[in-house]
């Protein structure tokens, strides 16, 4: 008697896995259950995970139903069942609208999360080298200066009675009234540029420079050195 039930058990449990197929996903087991009538595939769901109650404790569940029609009556009730054993039922997936429709009407996913493609970055054969600067992200107020050997580049506005002095380029995001020094060490390569440029005093290398006057508003301007000569111009920031 006893080998003849441990043999039904045998039977159903071969039965059960025929109906029920497991994989793990990235949220947790995608179960895809086979063909039959709604009640026995929902049986050997049940009886499969009530078998491997210690797999399934706490699992977050994916359930593939293929084309099959559930109704919010045996979808809920699935879901409650589940949630007895330990199991979370998070998403439903079937080719059927009724099916997702209540599945979406009961709060479950109907879509599997997809890992994006990791985003390949390649190298670039003409990398242009990086250069040392300074970031200074306040206003350079009355009596503050700032000073280094590299580039400086001020992300505010550097007001009468402060001072910026780089040995490189000086960049001002912002309006320019100080005391601005591009080149301190005889770099004649090294420019001056601000939204608004209207500095009480400015020098690139070894040359005082006196922009001229100009009328209407101020627009971002560019003072660099060209074989001895000042040029002013316009700051484009349009790729040339």
Request: glycine letters at 10%; one cysteine or more.
């Amino acid at each position: 008697m006893q080998h003849r039930v441990l043999c039904n058990r045998r039977m159903m449990a071969m039965a059960n896995e025929s109906l029920i197929q497991m994989k793990g996903v990235r949220d947790g087991l995608l179960v895809t259950v086979g063909d039959g009538d709604w009640p026995t595939v929902q049986t050997a769901l049940l009886a499969y995970i009530s078998e491997k109650s210690g797999f399934f404790k706490g699992a977050r569940l994916t359930l593939e139903v293929g084309n099959r029609i559930l109704r919010a009556a045996e979808m809920g009730y699935l879901r409650d069942v589940l949630s007895d054993q330990g199991v979370v039922l998070w998403a439903v997936l079937s080719s059927s609208p009724v099916t997702e429709q209540t599945a979406q009407t009961l709060g479950l996913a109907t879509r599997m999360n997809t890992p994006r493609p990791e985003r390949v970055v390649r190298a670039v054969e003409n990398a242009l080298e990086g250069e040392n600067a300074v970031l200074v992200q306040r206003t350079i107020r009355s009596g503050f200066r700032v000073v280094s050997k590299g580039h400086v580049v001020v992300v505010g506005d550097v007001n009468p009675g402060g001072e910026v002095s780089a040995g490189g380029c000086v960049v001002v995001w912002g309006r320019a009234r100080g005391t601005l020094i591009a080149g301190a060490d005889g770099n004649e390569q090294a420019i001056v540029c601000a939204l608004e440029l209207m500095p009480t005093q400015l020098r690139i290398a070894d040359m005082v420079v006196t922009l001229p006057q100009r009328k209407g508003k101020l627009q971002p301007e560019m003072v660099r050195l060209q074989n001895g000569r000042v040029i002013l111009e316009a700051w484009n920031f349009k790729e040339k």
